[in-house]
């Protein structure tokens, strides 16, 4: 495997993480509440199974079940929704008891699993973006290749997460009003996201 077939899946994947979506919302939220390394540590994690299971083979067995990915799809909608929902019940406001009233890090870390771990469209990174930069001929082994390419997927994520939501606090922390305006708009997005999602995969079906 050489060096010029990783540099060019780091562009694809540069472009895939830093075009706003459901990860850029919750990464934001996260900032507002000051659990910006937890919230994208979970996200990473959810990347970090997918690359796992893609490269262990599994992925493609998955996506080969009549249904699977409709039921992969739906579970990630419905649950983009639920926590765009609670978003706009409960908009972040950046004050001194912030970090008290934002909840345990187990539980961002838990949330961003979930936003990254049951997006389809990860999924379809791995299975159909990223298998061309791999070479069968090559003397790494596929798996060995696909794990090298999910690392540095990883590794962009974590980049362009952690300045999202660092970035949010740091504009946002003392405009209070600009801060719930902007978590309304995550929770809005989330929601968007999800149906949009849902909406696409029963097309899929028709």
């Known amino acids: 495997m050489n060096s010029g077939a990783i540099l060019a899946f780091w562009g694809v994947s540069v472009l895939f993480v830093i075009t706003p979506g459901a990860d850029w919302a919750y990464a934001i939220t996260a900032g507002l509440h000051r659990r910006v390394p937890s919230a994208v540590a979970g996200m990473l994690t959810g990347h970090l199974v997918a690359t796992l299971i893609v490269a262990a083979g599994a992925g493609a067995v998955v996506m080969s079940i009549a249904g699977a990915l409709t039921v992969l799809t739906v579970a990630g909608s419905l649950y983009l929704v639920w926590l765009g929902i609670g978003t706009l019940r409960h908009p972040s406001v950046v004050h001194a008891s912030t970090d008290a009233a934002a909840g345990p890090a187990s539980r ?99």
């Open 108 to 206: 961002w870390w838990l949330k961003g699993f979930g936003v990254s771990g049951l997006n389809p469209k990860v999924f379809l990174l791995f299975l159909a973006v990223l298998p061309p930069f791999t070479d069968p001929g090559a003397s790494w082994p596929l798996a060995a290749q696909i794990s090298v390419l999910g690392l540095v997927h990883v590794a962009s994520c974590a980049i362009v997460y952690l300045a999202v939501g660092y970035g949010a606090h740091a504009v946002l922390r003392s405009r209070p009003v600009a801060a719930r305006v902007v978590s309304r708009i995550s929770g809005i997005a989330m929601i968007g996201i999800g149906l949009f999602l849902f909406v696409e995969r029963m097309l899929h079906l028709t």
